[in-house]
């Protein structure tokens, strides 16, 4: 693969590939680090590769390799919330929907956050922008970590089904 | 047989990092194992999570980038690069002395504008705010001599280059603005609003998810002219050939060229440095690490690659 098609593919489906290290290991740091070295790897073996390849399918395995290098490297004691045999199921469902469909998702996501309080977007940009940890979001709102918490998973479900519900209509899946 | 699981939760403790309790987790592996739907699930809200850095984004204002010289001063927003090439200007600059002609020049713009927002009547999608323009309804044809600044009905603002053509639609299928450009150049800046901003264009579309971009239909030997895009701020997505391809901050490319889709260098190009090469006397007033502050008194000589700009303002 040239390297021009190799940069052109990393920045298109850079969010399918973050999804996918993001799904596996549910950490926004690892995430970050590991399409770094993803995308190291996939330039050092670029060459290996044919210029029309599955480029979700080959960075699937490449994702699924680093992430099981990095469990290892994790401390004994911390317990990885999938099991090793469901890693890879999961990673499949990114490969079976087509590019488009998580362009889609993208944009309707973008048109259902628009939607939220301007409240709700403070609290979702502090935790998912800037990486606020709970504890502090709950501290500096004097709230406690629990609401904190409930309340994001009730934004992120609400978007969720926004997004849904959006795909659904004529036009945008 | 129903179960005590509120799976997305437990999806939503494993994305937030927190550790799930054994029973937690095996109900979840064992369910993940199962059932695909819950597999793509877990895949859609880790991709949303991902995604929601760009939803969240605040899309800031900025300016124009590339002005009419006959802006008037007050109006004009601080000066920047363009982000393809820069438009010819039509005269070169004014010196003080023609500030004068300054509130003429601003009646005049004033009154085209009227002029033209009154043979287009009151709904019309778009104003020319200034610029020569041949106007036909939506179609507008910018004159060779100078770039035009447009206003549409979002506030969203949009500078032809000279002797580009674009037909302003307005509202069209889902989009709240649509420009098509069949010649030339332009850069936007879109205002913030739900829906999107879109700029079609013979060799490809783009769609606008943040705020600021330009597009140049670039002329090949062969075939259709070849898309040039560049984003300043926010994100735009590009369809072309059936593709879509999204663009971020300081990111260019060209679509269509040759058949190639070419990645272009991301700093936008430099405005050339002014130099001077030569001797001078005068009089040491400060020294830094990398640098003398003097203060001249004449110039002795001066080399044929200084710039003349800089030659020009001092003394002798």
New interface residues.
Partial sequence: MQEETLVRNLLQYKRVLEGMLFAMTGDAAATEDLYQEMAILMTRKREAVDEDCKFVAWGRQIALNLVRDWRKKLARGKVQTLDDDVLESVTSAFESSAEEAWDSRAEALRICAEKLSEKDRALLRRRYEHGTPIDQIASELSMSRGAVDTTLYRLRRALHDCVELRLQQPGMS | MSHPWDW??LM??????Q??T?EQ?TA??DR??KF?RL??R????????????????VSEAMPILILPPEAPEATKPPAAAPLLKPLPPSEPAKEPRDRRLIPVVAAAILLIGIVFWAVRGPGAPYEVVNGDVKVEGAKVEVSAAAPALFRMSDGSEATLAPSTSAIFHGRK??ARQVVEISQGAGSFKVAKA?E?FRVDTPSGRV?V?GTEFSVELRKQKKGPPALAVAVASGRV?VEHAG????LGPG?SRVFGAEG????EKKDPPKEPRPVFNGVVQGKVVGKGDAHLLLSVDRIVSSRKDSSPEVAERIPG
């Fill in positions: 997305d939760y939503h403790l494993h994305f937030s990092g550790e799930l054994e987790r979840l592996n993940l194992r695909p597999r793509r877990l895949a859609e809200m880790a991709f949303e999570q991902v995604a929601m850095r760009d939803a969240l984004q299928d889902s739900p999107s769609l998810l997505r593709k879509n391809l999204e990111e190639v889709e070419k990645v």
